[in-house]
């Protein structure tokens, strides 16, 4: 199973030149193995990017997810691996840029498949991820992000 995903959606970035609900694009990834009919194991791939004038603010997540099938077209997703999140503000006068380390992050999301053949399927769905981010670093710099997106994804079998 190989698959890739766009979308659109928002972040809730909280970061010293940031703390606010941004919308954001997105772009996911994912190769796995079909276990069974109904359930899948694979590793996915996530960012998600806000960008306006002088500020950028991102979220990464990657997992080793399952995908299981409810019904013929309809799947359940969650996954447990790493996220990092950071922005960069590129003023005039000022350049500031901070990144998280990385750190345990989840996911989880839904779709339904609309378009179906033997080997392609294309689906709409919808996902949301997060780390699990230190607020307790020793600098100025705290960086958190939780992601939202709704998406279509192109997946081959």
């Known amino acids: 199973m190989v698959g890739v995903g766009v979308g659109g959606g928002s972040?809730?970035?909280?970061?010293?030149a940031c703390d606010s609900t941004f919308?954001?694009?997105g772009l996911d990834a994912h190769i796995g193995y079909m276990i069974t009919p109904r359930l899948a194991i694979m590793l996915d791939v996530w960012g998600m990017v806000h960008h306006e004038s002088f500020l950028t603010v991102y979220q990464e997540i990657n997992t080793v997810a399952a995908r299981w099938w409810l019904m013929p077209n309809l799947w359940l997703q969650a996954g447990l691996g790493n996220a990092n999140a950071?922005?960069?503000?590129?003023g005039i006068f000022v350049n500031v840029?901070?990144?998280?380390?990385?750190?345990a992050?989840?996911?989880v999301g839904a779709g339904y498949?609309?378009?179906v053949k033997p080997q392609f399927a294309i689906d709409v769905y919808v996902r949301y991820g997060t780390g699990f981010y230190d607020?307790?670093?020793?600098?100025d710099y705290v960086v958190k992000a939780h992601s939202a997106q709704l998406g279509v994804g192109f997946n081959w079998f």
Do not use: L, Q
Request: aromatic fraction near 12%; include cysteine.
């Open 11 to 16: 972040m809730v970035a909280d970061c010293d």
């Open 105 to 107: 992050g989840v996911m």
């Open 113 to 115: 498949e609309f378009y």
């Open 97 to 103: 840029e901070d990144r998280t380390e990385n750190t």
């Open 135 to 139: 607020t307790t670093v020793g600098n």
């Open 86 to 90: 950071g922005y960069k503000w590129s």
């Open 23 to 25: 919308e954001a694009g």
